[in-house]
């Protein structure tokens, strides 16, 4: 059955360093999203791609944050400058079609900001 | 703002027991409805999901749930629960209304069952 695959599953960093998070989504897939879940918190929507352009993004997904599908299979999650407040996991999702569709979830990148 | 409300923090509940976790949200316009679940160690997965027809919709592994709108709430039922049930239950909500489908998630309900 196919899935949604993330790498890494946990990642360190300090402050202020820029990290990608990376997703690969189920090919025939036309939707991806990125959720984030701070410790403790709700699973928040971060952002939605589709056709190569963002579609909604929250509050949270400030110019910080950007994402970016490089080659047709992956899709990523740019955090130029890391803040402690930004480590949750990160979760990466994607839906053949919109809102009426299943998201299929990744099983997340758990990061860590020193 | 749509929002989710998951009012059980944490249910504790023997083998074979009735489950019912509650599931509020809020928002006016036309909505669709999700059951998520995330056993330990891995990632979230669809129990099941409500878009229109029958409010009472199936899942998997013997799971149901009822849309009730006059009450903006999608419960969640399994009349005899299993301890391989065990897991987190997300309720999550998205709407048609130009939106990419984009989930907004509530709290989540911790399930253990005691064998």
């Known amino acids: 059955e196919p899935e949604v695959t993330q790498t890494p599953s946990h990642q360190v960093t300090q402050m202020g360093q820029e990290v990608i998070l990376r997703c690969v989504p189920i090919?025939?897939?036309?939707?991806f999203y990125w959720y984030r879940q701070i410790l403790g918190q709700k699973v928040e929507f971060l952002v939605s791609f589709y056709n190569n352009e963002i579609s909604e993004k929250s509050e949270i997904f400030d110019d910080q944050f950007s994402v970016e599908r490089p080659d047709g299979s992956n899709f990523t999650l740019k955090i130029r400058s890391t803040k402690l407040e930004d480590s949750a996991m990160y979760f990466c999702a994607s839906s053949r079609q919109g809102p009426v569709n299943e998201q299929f979830f990744g099983p997340g990148t758990r990061l860590t900001v020193l | 703002a749509q929002s989710v409300s998951q009012h059980n923090h944490h249910v504790i509940l023997s083998e074979a027991a009735s489950l019912e976790l509650g599931c509020n949200y809020s928002y006016g316009g036309t909505v669709n409805l999700f059951w998520y679940v995330q056993y330990p160690g891995q990632h979230l997965q669809l129990l099941l999901k409500?878009?229109?027809?029958?409010?009472l919709v199936k899942g998997i592994k013997g799971f149901e749930a009822e849309f009730i709108k006059s009450k903006f709430s999608f419960n969640l039922r399994k009349p005899s629960v299993q301890w391989s049930d065990t897991a987190e239950y997300f309720c999550a909500v998205n709407s048609d209304g130009g939106s990419q489908g984009n989930l907004i998630f509530g709290k989540g309900t911790k399930l253990s069952v005691k064998p």
């Open positions: 409500y878009f229109s027809g029958d409010p």
């Open positions: 090919s025939n897939h036309l939707y």
